[in-house]
């Protein structure tokens, strides 16, 4: 009887577990029911909102082209999910809005399908900092929106702007900073190449990253919060708990303008500018769609939409747009900016991150 | 009905489908993850399958060391901590009413629906200069002005424990409820105070279940990479947050991979070690 009745289990477990395996195989066909679509990722929260109000309902009206947005985490957790998925033949974004560091390191395993400029005409529209191409001249990516990272303060705590970058090393400002815990995102070394070595040439050689390393160990003290993170640092800027730092000036620009106590600052050694690029995966079979995706955003009345309701700095040049001056300055500056030495963070990523995280964790 | 062995493979029939899940959903990822240990990283890129040790090399240094000594200990600290509130606590809510008992454990429960992001976050906010619990020392003369209480060991302790305890009470509950009353009744008839029952009576008669709950709520701090990060200085990131930073923000899976396998050959290192000794006591 026993006997009988185990046996009885065992096979509808067996028959219970094919049921599921062939529903599972199911699975992808519904998936490719939808035509006419674009999955775009682009940064989450504050920026996938605004494009979803602002940019992709006027783009589906314009071309007919439907876009699901994805929000993609920043650093490079997107990129690490996308060359996984790559390798499986999937892809969880067809365009994703990627940072330069990104940009690079999917560059080295041919993740994003050389685009064709034929089919972007508004490409020509772009600085060239701002178009990334592979070693034998192939199009990898298209400068989406740029951004600045500045010196930002809590106006109640601080009454007078810091004009520079020094400011991060003044003893009186001890336990009040907060900074980006990441050595390829916060680009301190940069910052402290241009404030006290002259500029960021200064990195060029083993000994010159070493003392800017140094430089920097002085900031340590300084230091109440490494955040990841960033509603943790914007949240503690606000209420004053950590009334300096280093932040996005857009972002930071927008909670000014809700009547936040805070303020963004370009530094007289300039701000950091870096920037996202559009760029393909190469799983994605929506090729067609995405370079007209591409070619639209490159358009300058996009760019100059971008810049006002989002915050960000223009890739296309300055002449094109119809930007005036109060606009232009509120999402960039005259001061030359501080540009990241991107090729550190591919040919010496691993030395830097060991020797960064012994500095701040040790 | 009697139990018999099983006779054919039939008779393991019922072990089919639990074993099968354990394969797929542990350890086939943990077989990918120990093989992804010995690839080749691309520095600037990803990996390429290989046999190679310099991940576990990179990892051998006195940095890494110290940062997974500071993890041990601050898993440690956590059960004990957790141990040491929770055995009291659990004792005391076994002798209440059953009403007011599953009030307090339903009020237990809920603590779990709470993620660990919000649980940092919360306690952020307690322990911060600007809007935290000084304030209310302040108000009543104790401090002079407000002070920050994070970033700290001890928010870090505070955030992680807090996490923790609900657990612990929850593995402790059942064995304290099931336990002999008479055998405190008799203790405190042979003249014994309560406080001297509880411990040479209550905690030797609990030595098993103290053990497994220690084992369990270290096994879980040891995981914890959000509630140091937000509560703590980088001196106090585990080895769970440099295996995320690699995983995540460094691509770099190999030695991401091989600094879990290193913490999860010391934890069950540690695991034995504590069980061996238990055994060794009890036959003595």
């Known amino acids: 009887m026993d006997n009988i009745f185990k046996k009885g289990v065992s096979r509808r477990t067996v028959l219970g577990t094919g049921a599921m395996a062939a529903g599972v195989l199911a699975m992808p066909g519904i998936l490719h029911a939808q035509d006419k679509s674009l999955k775009v990722g682009v940064y989450g929260g504050y920026f996938k909102d605004s494009f979803d109000k602002n940019i992709f309902p006027e783009f589906t009206k314009a071309t007919g082209i439907a876009i699901e947005s994805v929000?993609?985490?920043?650093?490079?957790?997107?990129?690490?999910?996308?060359?996984?998925?790559?390798?499986?033949?999937?892809?969880?974004?067809?365009?994703?809005?990627?940072?330069?560091v990104a940009m690079l390191k999917g560059q080295t395993t041919k993740l994003w399908t050389p685009l064709d400029t034929a089919k972007i005409p508004n490409a020509k529209n772009l600085l060239d900092r701002f178009v990334n191409k592979y070693p034998d001249g192939g199009v990898a990516g298209i400068g989406a929106v740029a951004w600045y990272i500045t010196l930002v303060t809590n106006t109640d705590v601080y009454k007078e702007a810091p004009t520079s970058w020094a400011a991060f090393w003044d003893k009186a400002n001890a336990d009040k900073l907060g900074l980006l815990a990441l050595v390829s995102n916060s680009f301190l070394l940069e910052i402290t190449a241009k404030t006290f070595f002259g500029g960021t040439n200064a990195l060029d050689t083993e000994e010159g990253l070493l003392k800017a390393f140094d430089k920097l160990a002085e900031v340590k003290p300084n230091v109440r919060l490494w955040y990841r993170d960033e509603a943790q640092f914007e949240q503690s800027l606000k209420s004053g708990e950590i009334p300096m730092g280093q932040y996005y000036h857009d972002v930071t620009g927008l909670a000014a303008s809700e009547g936040h106590p805070v303020r963004s600052t370009f530094p007289k050694e300039g701000g950091v500018q870096d920037s996202g690029c559009w760029a393909l995966s190469r799983a994605s079979k929506k090729v067609e769609e995405a370079h007209i995706f591409i070619n639209y955003m490159s358009q300058p009345s996009i760019q100059a939409t971008l810049s006002r309701k989002v915050g960000t700095s223009p890739t296309v040049k300055r002449e094109l747009l119809d930007l005036n001056e109060k606009e232009f300055a509120a999402v960039s500056s005259d001061i030359e900016p501080i540009i990241p030495r991107y090729d550190l963070y591919t040919t010496k990523a691993d030395w830097l991150n060991q020797k960064w995280t012994e500095l701040i964790v040790g | 009905m009697k139990r018999e062995p099983p006779q054919s493979i039939a008779d393991y029939g019922p072990l089919f489908f639990p074993a099968g899940m354990l394969?797929?959903?542990?350890?086939?990822?943990?077989?990918?993850?120990?093989?992804?240990?010995?690839?080749?990283?691309?520095?600037?890129?990803?990996?390429?399958?290989?046999?190679v040790f310099s991940n576990y090399e990179r990892f051998l240094s006195a940095f890494f060391g110290g940062v997974l000594g500071f993890s041990l200990m601050l898993a440690i600290t956590v059960a004990v901590c957790c141990v040491v509130l929770g055995l009291p606590f659990t004792y005391l809510l076994s002798r209440l009413p059953r009403r007011l008992q599953v009030i307090w454990l339903v009020a237990l429960l809920s603590v779990l629906s709470l993620s660990e992001v919000i649980i940092g976050f919360a306690w952020s906010t307690l322990l911060s200069r600007t809007a935290g619990l000084s304030n209310l020392l302040v108000a009543i003369g104790i401090l002079g002005q407000p002070v920050?209480?994070?970033?700290?060991?001890?928010?870090?302790?505070?955030?992680?424990?807090?996490?923790?305890?609900?657990?612990?009470?929850?593995?402790?509950?059942?064995?304290?409820?099931?336990?002999?009353?008479?055998?405190?009744?008799?203790?405190?008839?042979?003249?014994?105070?309560?406080?001297?029952?509880?411990?040479?009576?209550?905690?030797?008669?609990?030595?098993?279940t103290i053990m497994a709950t220690l084992i369990m709520v270290f096994i879980f701090a040891l995981g914890s990479y959000l509630l140091p990060q937000i509560l703590g200085r980088p001196q106090h990131w585990t080895l769970s947050v440099l295996i995320t930073d690699q995983a995540i923000y460094q691509s770099n899976m190999p030695f991401a991979a091989a600094m879990a396998v290193f913490l999860v050959l010391v934890t069950l290192g540690l695991v034995g070690l504590t069980l061996l000794i238990g055994r060794k006591g009890e036959k003595a």
């Open chain 2, 148 to 208: 920050a209480l994070f970033p700290s060991f001890g928010a870090v302790l505070t955030g992680m424990v807090y996490q923790a305890l609900p657990y612990t009470i929850l593995v402790l509950y059942p064995a304290i409820v099931r336990l002999d009353p008479t055998l405190m009744e008799a203790a405190r008839t042979l003249g014994s105070s309560p406080i001297r029952a509880f411990f040479n009576v209550l905690v030797p008669a609990l030595r098993n």
């Open chain 1, 71 to 100: 929000a993609e985490p920043t650093g490079e957790a997107w990129l690490v999910q996308l060359e996984q998925a790559a390798k499986a033949g999937a892809a969880p974004a067809d365009v994703s809005m990627m940072s330069q």
């Open chain 2, 23 to 51: 394969l797929v959903f542990f350890v086939v990822p943990f077989g990918t993850m120990i093989a992804v240990s010995f690839f080749q990283r691309q520095e600037g890129g990803f990996y390429t399958p290989a046999f």
